[in-house]
């Protein structure tokens, strides 16, 4: 069965205080891995897109990659509106995405 | 660019009316896919259709929930009766194929009482 699982579930920062998060999963026939960000009263917002193992993907202070077990998403001196929950999603052979729960993430000035 | 395209954003109603949920996917996207969202379970996948058609419905909770996509522009998820554990965030998500990224609509936060 397609498994995902985040850690840490929720995760303070000062700002400028760079950290990972981190997505663990189980999938047969791995397609796609991506990542999301959502705020409160929103919908998830689509960050990134990894494909294979060794892969990596930047943009502003995040930085994606990606493993055969794993995958990390960097924040690099990060700033308030940083903050939200970070959804990590696995397509495999099922043709559905599987989420996990989420790194709620807060950035304090 | 105009996004996925969700009404009502609220709906509260009591227990045993008909709910009715809306969706606008992105034009040209011709994936279309219905999620819940609870605290204790998260992001759980409904339905989903390719090109109109309902593809996987596995996810489906009842036999009270049903879903429609009479076009490429437009897709509804019923709930008759409704219940009070079908209280939830209600998302729809459209792509331009199965393995492409998927761009959600704010979603129907759904209250039955």
């Known amino acids: 069965e397609d498994q995902v699982t985040q850690s840490p579930e929720a995760l303070r920062l000062q700002e400028g205080e760079s950290s990972s998060l981190n997505c663990s999963y189980t999938v047969s026939g791995l397609r796609g891995l991506f990542w999301y960000r959502q705020d409160p009263g929103k919908g998830p917002e689509f960050l990134f897109t990894l494909y294979s193992a060794g892969e990596e993907k930047e943009k502003e202070r995040l930085k994606a990659t990606l493993t055969k077990k794993e995958s990390f998403l960097h924040i690099t001196a990060p700033k308030p509106e940083d903050s939200a929950t970070y959804l990590c999603a696995v397509l495999g052979n099922t043709d559905k995405l599987i989420f996990g729960t989420g790194t709620r993430l807060q950035v304090f000035p | 660019d105009a996004g996925v395209i969700q009404s009502p954003r609220h709906e509260v109603t009591e227990m045993g009316q008909e709910v009715t949920l809306r969706c606008k996917p992105i034009?040209?996207?011709?994936?279309l896919f219905w999620y819940r969202q609870t605290m204790m379970r998260g992001l759980e996948l409904l339905i989903y259709?390719?090109?109109?058609?309902?593809?996987?419905d596995s996810g489906m909770p009842e036999d009270r929930f049903s879903a429609k996509m009479p076009n490429a522009s437009f897709s509804t998820l019923k709930i008759q009766p409704s219940e009070p554990r079908d209280s939830a965030v209600y998302f729809c998500?459209?792509?331009?194929?199965?393995?492409?990224?998927?761009?959600f609509g704010d979603g129907t936060r759904l209250s039955i009482l």
């Open positions: 259709f390719n090109n109109n058609v309902p593809i996987d």
């Open positions: 998500a459209s792509s331009q194929g199965s393995n492409q990224p998927q761009h």
């Open positions: 034009s040209g996207h011709n994936s």
